[in-house]
């Protein structure tokens, strides 16, 4: 199998600009991190979006061999969430965000689809997320793609630090495994 920093062309700066966003947000660094979003934004999205997916599917895979349920869900998302709020200010990490990303890896989340379409309450006024401060009903809004490339790095750091092995390996194998579907494709 060929290392993914022997790939060319955008594949490796995809590779390089996740490597450097997931890094800086494992070790809570958070002017190296906004400078390692701004180049993994600047990444071509569409193959960008599909190598943070892979990853994350992966990542989960291994975690959760057994599969996952709404309690794993909702687990890897708060943890994700107060591991990130201990470097990053809460209002720059937003919950709709981090769920976008981990659904989107599953693939039961469209990008283009929003929240308010999906889920909104008949009574906005009546949303409200009780473990946060304010009276200020929740409306959560579908996430923009610079807000993808933002948290998905955040949830790989948080499931790295739960599995066993580094992050180069699973980028080894997420380019490996997009390779073999775009093969699948061509006729």
Do not use: K
Not at 122 to 136: I, M, N, Q, T
């Amino acid at each position: 199998m060929v290392s993914w920093r022997e790939l060319g062309g955008p594949a490796r700066g995809i590779g390089t600009a996740v490597l450097l966003a997931v890094d800086a947000a494992q070790s809570a660094d958070r002017p190296a991190f906004e400078a390692a979003v701004v180049e993994l934004s600047a990444q071509p999205a569409e193959p960008t979006g599909l190598l943070l997916g892979a990853l994350i599917r992966q990542l989960l895979e291994d975690q959760h061999v057994d599969g996952l349920d709404a309690d794993d869900i909702r687990t890897v998302l708060s943890r994700s969430y107060a591991a990130t709020t201990l470097w990053l200010p809460a209002d720059t990490v937003r919950v709709e965000a981090l769920l976008a990303v981990l659904s989107s890896a599953l693939g039961i989340h469209e990008p283009g689809v929003t929240y308010q379409e999906v889920a909104r309450p008949s009574v906005a006024a009546d949303w409200r997320d009780p473990d946060l401060p304010g009276d200020r009903p929740i409306v959560p809004r579908a996430p923009t793609a610079a807000e993808y490339g933002r948290h998905a790095p955040l949830l790989l750091a948080d499931l790295l630090s739960t599995g066993g092995r580094p992050l180069v390996r699973y980028l080894d194998a997420a380019f490996a495994e997009i390779a073999r579907a775009e093969a699948m494709e061509l006729p």
